[in-house]
């Protein structure tokens, strides 16, 4: 679906390693349909312009987004892999949140926007909320 003016599409895919990713590039986008990876559909909207959202990336095939400067220089510091800046949140105080929950069996995060989704995955004693990671 088309955007919201001065907004762009955030995709969410659940990866074959059971990992979700998300990612506003259509080319990158595109590149995971080809490879047959499952498209769960667009996340949310992000604005064009505000405060950034960082991407990183692991040895061990993990990515991890946040707004933090500080958590993004931490992860570069401890090894990650800088993938820069892949989409921007609300710089306000209002707006739709995106929570940040985390898998302490696995590692993996999810983010997610639905607050049913979050108390979902929150009945299951391997996840802990990490609270809200940005507004969009």
């Given at each position: 679906?088309?955007?919201?003016?001065?907004?762009?599409?955030?995709?969410?895919?659940?990866?074959?390693?059971?990992?979700?990713?998300?990612?506003?590039?259509?080319?990158?986008?595109?590149?995971?349909?080809?490879?047959?990876?499952?498209?769960?559909?667009?996340?949310?909207?992000?604005?064009?312009?505000g405060e950034p959202i960082y991407r990183t990336y692991s040895s061990d095939g993990k990515h991890f987004w946040t707004k933090s400067l500080d958590e993004f220089k931490s992860l570069i510091k401890s090894g990650w892999r800088d993938e820069g800046t892949v989409w921007s949140s609300r710089n306000q105080t209002s707006g739709q949140v995106v929570y940040r929950l985390y898998n302490i069996k696995n590692g993996n995060h999810l983010f997610t926007s639905s607050s049913q989704e979050k108390s979902t995955v929150l009945s299951n004693s391997e996840w802990r909320y990490e609270g809200v990671s940005w507004l969009n």
């Open positions: 679906s088309i955007p919201n003016e001065g907004y762009e599409n955030v995709y969410r895919f659940l990866l074959k390693d059971g990992r979700h990713f998300w990612t506003s590039s259509v080319s990158e986008r595109n590149a995971l349909l080809n490879a047959g990876e499952k498209f769960e559909g667009i996340a949310w909207e992000s604005p064009l312009a």
